[in-house]
T-cell receptor, first 111, second 113 residues
Framework: AQRVTQPEKLLSVFKGAPVELKCNYS??????LFWYVQYSRQRLQLLLR??SRESIKGFTADLNKGETSFHLKKPFAQEEDSAMYYC?????????????FGKGTKLSVKP | DTGVSQNPRHKITKRGQNVTFRCDPI?????LYWYRQTLGQGPEFLTY????????KSRLLSDRFSAERPKGSFSTLEIQRTEQGDSAMYLC???????????FGPGTRLTVL
């Protein structure tokens, strides 16, 4: 079964601390992995995707096919990073297929 | 074009009533998706269109749900004989071949009393 698991409902860190939001997936093929973010009172938006291998707002995520993980990391958290983060997979290349989301992790960055 | 828009933003209805939501995608996007999000969950896929053709429906989309995209532009999602379990945020997203992301609307929050 296709599934995305985000084990932490809430992650609370202090400003300047490293942050890692965990994501594990279950899929038999080669999915495309994404991180979407929802800031307070804003709509869901793409943060980054694994095939671009880029850093957005200081966040990076590496796809580990052996561990079927796609953890999101940032070395120094900022207060403005506080938001809901959703890991998602697409069965089809290029975000053309429907997305399968995890339950989300709420990141709270304290001053 | 300010992105994907959805109307209404909030809908309160009584159990058994029918409701209809509208989604206007980004104008040049030919793919349109509907998702449902309940409290504490991530969005769950309901259905998607390419132009006016409905290409896939989730098992979550019971017979009481129907979606249309008659001219390949805006889409409507209708729920007949609403139940309390239908209370959720209904999200719409759109994209195009070659796009790297789905662009989401603000959602319609449905409350069934």
């Amino acid at each position: 079964a296709q599934r995305v698991t985000q084990p932490e409902k809430l992650l609370s860190v202090f400003k300047g601390a490293p942050v890692e939001l965990k994501c594990n997936y279950s899929y038999s093929g080669s999915p495309e992995l994404f991180w979407y973010v929802q800031y307070s009172r804003q709509r869901l938006q793409l943060l980054l995707r694994h095939i671009s291998r880029e850093s957005i707002k200081g966040f990076t995520a590496d796809l580990n096919k052996g561990e079927t993980s796609f953890h999101l990391k940032k070395p120094f958290a900022q207060e403005e990073d506080s938001a809901m983060y959703y890991c998602a997979l697409s069965r089809v290349r290029g975000s053309q297929g429907n997305l399968i989301f995890g339950k989300g992790t709420k990141l709270s960055v304290k001053p | 074009d300010t992105g994907v828009s959805q109307n209404p933003r909030h809908k309160i209805t009584k159990r058994g009533q029918n409701v209809t939501f509208r989604c206007d995608p980004i104008s040049e996007h030919n793919r349109l998706y509907w998702y449902r999000q309940t409290l504490g969950q991530g969005p769950e896929f309901l259905t998607y269109f390419q132009n006016e053709a409905q290409l896939e429906k989730s098992r979550l989309l019971s017979d009481r749900f129907s979606a249309e995209r008659p001219k390949g532009s805006f889409s409507t999602l209708e729920i007949q004989r609403t139940e309390q379990g239908d209370s959720a945020m209904y999200l719409c997203a759109s994209t195009n071949p070659g796009e790297n992301e789905q662009f989401f609307g603000p959602g319609t929050r449905l409350t069934v009393l």
